[in-house]
């Protein structure tokens, strides 16, 4: 009786895996609902009565386990790459040109797919048994969020057939398609429950919920796109090979996966797809583009996060009109002024927009926008949004009359979100050439002449800081204008600096978020980043909303975020033009802070992907005197990490100097001085005596008669291309 049982178990586990493919990945149903149902009734009432029997990848065990306390850091093996983003048919052909050169111009065919808009994750599978699940994080590093895409029932938790390499990585995302999303909601608000905001931010939030249990009752699900790495000897030939492998195991993968011949048969499916996008069951935006040979894409490379291989085409962001209420000016935390429309709320790209930026007064002219206004607005990268135009009143977004009249602005009420879909975007429009004078913003207007009186829509920039009444100055050559105060003396700076510093990709201070920043700098608690690690609970506690074991809990990630990685403080400290790749660099190169913040402008120049205005910032930086001490501040309070090997100490050309004259046919300048420094290589402007090398294009001239002079060794550009590929650096 009990081989009976035992075996009835195995056949309904069978059964049920092969219906949940058949429901879940094929959309194909052999059988009703209540047919199905009484399987699954069955398969439990023998694993109650044998609980011994019941296996990890058994389908009971999706409904969820025991809540987490919380979610394990996973390492991925292999890097999970941004994508490079192109928005016309333009610079797709250039990114195609760029392959053809770099693989000799051999034929190149592409795997296309929807790109959906939900969460990246990676699956691993040891023995054709799901093993491990791994938000995306930052590339490098995520959180395992098995527990909860166990309960996900396109994902299979064990494989089809017994093929599959004894371990490796699948990926793909995680998403809610339009009509689950309205279903879900639907029932929450019959039920008097919370709704989603919009499909990717509840599968995002689903995945994260420390109860398996809740995130079993979200409708989640899954296609697969890639592989990640690969145990076992089985190696595909191609990305459409490698998704159709996926298919066969069971994993579910996108039905609009297309292998097209060319460019042109490219630019067709894009067009295709973006004609259907409101049809699609899924919101995207845009479409993944591969070369679809695994050889070309591994000779193609990548580059610091994104793969030289693939491109994500942006479809145009969608668009909607308002009305402009007022306008809000903010202040960032390297003091730069954007300001913010206050808009009537309307929906767009998937969620309600109520604010937007307007990055600076020269964007103001140039729409020449006034309050009141009719507008279209744009969430750029379906992200953060934007006014794209004024719409003149009588006419529509297409020029047709019937618009509502304007209404008057100062009877408007005025929307009081704070802008928070991005980062401080102003800042991304300096000029490179900045000189840092203050100079008036604006002229005045005559004395007996009030322009608010004179045009009541008129938008001004302040002459003082909203946040610390210090002059708005606006430096000589860019389009900014800044706060003219320190940032420990403007209170909006200290709040966006310690928002920085305690972001997810600086220190993650998990539970330092928005408001009880607020609190700290408006109750004098904290200053500099190195007073977060002053606060004791007492005081902590005393805070609105804070209570005793939310103290605690901060102190606690306080504590652990002083064990960090170089790279994560370099970013931490808010270096102007300083990003999280740049940080990557600058701590790859130097290997430890004291030789970065002694280095001259010469010496950061040499660092990967760092120019003079950026090697300028950062010298700036290390310069001043207040920054100098906040750094030894906070190493004081125990802040460190783990020593970086220098790059350079292993690499061919460590230690040698190089220059570069003459113009090179194949590559820029500016990249083929990356390529040496990659290697190892300084890269001067100048040939002396201590120059190893001389590179010499068509049109070189006193570089390369100096480094005759000197008996400088010079390689045209054949050489240094042969050179390059010898180290695997093309």
């Known amino acids: 009786m009990t081989d009976s049982a035992r075996a009835r178990l195995d056949e309904l586990c069978r059964l049920i895996r092969h219906h949940d493919r058949l429901y879940h990945v094929l959309d194909a149903p052999e059988i009703a609902d209540a047919e199905y149902d009484a399987l699954f009734s069955e398969l439990q009432a023998l694993e109650r009565q044998h609980p011994d029997w019941v296996a990890d990848d058994s389908p009971s065990q999706r409904v969820g386990g025991t809540p987490l306390a919380e979610f394990a850091a996973v390492t991925h093996e292999v890097a999970m790459l941004s994508l490079e983003k192109v928005a016309t048919a333009n610079e797709l052909a250039e990114w195609h040109g760029r392959c053809l050169a770099r693989l000799g111009n051999e034929p190149l065919a592409f795997c296309c797919e929807p790109k959906i808009d939900g969460v990246a994750v990676a699956l691993i599978y040891e023995n054709g048994r799901l093993a491990l699940a791994a938000t995306r994080g930052d590339g490098r590093a995520g959180e395992d969020i098995t527990a909860n895409v166990r309960t996900i029932p396109s994902v299979p938790l064990r494989l089809q057939g017994d093929e599959a390499p004894p371990r490796f990585e699948v990926r793909g995302e995680i998403y809610i398609s339009k009509q689950d999303f309205k279903a879900f909601n639907d029932r929450a608000k019959a039920a008097g429950e919370r709704t989603l905001v919009n499909p990717r931010n509840g599968a995002a939030g689903s995945l994260r919920q ?45 039905p609009e996966a297309k292998l097209v011949q060319d460019l042109t048969a490219c630019q067709a499916y894009l067009g295709d797809i973006e004609q259907r996008r409101d049809a699609l069951a899924y919101d995207i935006d845009g479409v993944v583009v591969k070369v679809n040979s695994l050889d070309q894409q591994r000779r193609l490379g990548a580059v610091t996060r994104r793969p030289r291989w693939a491109v994500a085409y942006k479809y145009p962001a969608e668009e909607a009109t308002t009305r402009v209420l007022d306008v809000d000016f903010q202040v960032g935390r390297t003091g730069a002024i954007t300001p913010v429309a206050k808009l009537e709320p309307v929906f767009v790209g998937g969620v309600t927009v109520s604010n937007a930026t307007l990055h600076n007064m020269d964007e103001i002219e140039r729409l020449g926008l006034r309050l009141g206004d009719r507008v279209m607005v744009r969430r750029a990268g379906d992200v953060i949004p934007q006014v794209i135009k004024v719409i003149k009143e009588g006419t529509g977004a297409s020029g047709e009359a019937g618009l509502d009249d304007v209404q008057d602005p100062r009877m408007a009420n005025t929307v009081e979100t704070d802008l928070s879909d991005g980062p401080d975007s102003s800042d991304q429009a300096e000029s490179d050439d900045a000189k840092n004078t203050p100079v008036d913003v604006q002229e005045a207007p005559p004395a007996d002449e009030d322009p608010a009186l004179v045009d009541p829509s008129r938008i001004q920039l302040p ?33 966006e600096g310690l928002q920085h510093y305690a972001s997810r990709l600086a220190m993650d201070i998990e539970g330092l978020g928005q408001k009880l920043i607020d609190q700290l700098v408006e109750t004098g608690m904290v200053k500099t980043p190195a007073d977060l690690y002053r606060l004791d609970v007492e005081a902590l506690a005393a805070l609105p909303r804070m209570g005793r074991k939310s103290a605690e809990n901060l102190l606690r990630a306080l504590s652990a975020s002083k064990s960090t990685s170089l790279a994560k403080f370099i970013y931490a400290l808010g270096i102007r033009e300083v990003g999280e790749a740049t940080a990557q660099n600058l701590a790859a190169h130097f290997g430890d802070l004291a030789p970065l913040r002694n280095a001259s402008v010469e010496d950061l120049e040499v660092v990967a992907d760092v120019g003079p205005i950026v090697a300028a910032k950062i010298a700036e930086y290390f310069n001043n005197p207040d920054n100098r001490a906040l750094v030894d501040d906070l190493i004081g309070e125990g ?21 570069l004259t003459g113009t090179l046919a194949e590559m820029p300048r500016s990249q083929a001085k990356q390529k040496l420094v990659g290697l190892g290589a300084k890269v001067a402007g100048s040939v002396s005596r201590n120059t190893a090398q001389v590179v010499a294009g068509p049109g070189a001239g006193g570089k390369l008669e100096k480094a005759e002079e000197f008996g400088v060794p010079v390689m045209d550009e054949t050489a240094f291309f042969d050179l390059l590929r010898t180290n695997d650096a093309l």
């Open 463 to 495: 002459s003082q800081c909203p946040a610390c009444g210090s002059p708005v100055v606006r430096p000589e050559g860019e389009s900014v204008a800044r706060c003219s105060a320190a940032a420990t003396l403007c209170p909006a700076q200290r709040k």
């Open 639 to 659: 802040v460190h990490w783990p020593a970086v090997p220098a790059q350079v100490a292993a690499m061919p050309l460590a230690g040698q100097t190089w220059v």
């Open 210 to 254: 420390l109860d398996p249990k809740i995130t079993a009752a979200r409708p989640l699900k899954m296609y697969c796109y890639s592989l990640g790495w690969l145990g076992g000897n089985w190696r595909p030939q191609t990305q459409v090979e490698a998704l159709e492998r996926l298919a066969a195991w069971g994993l579910r993968t996108n």
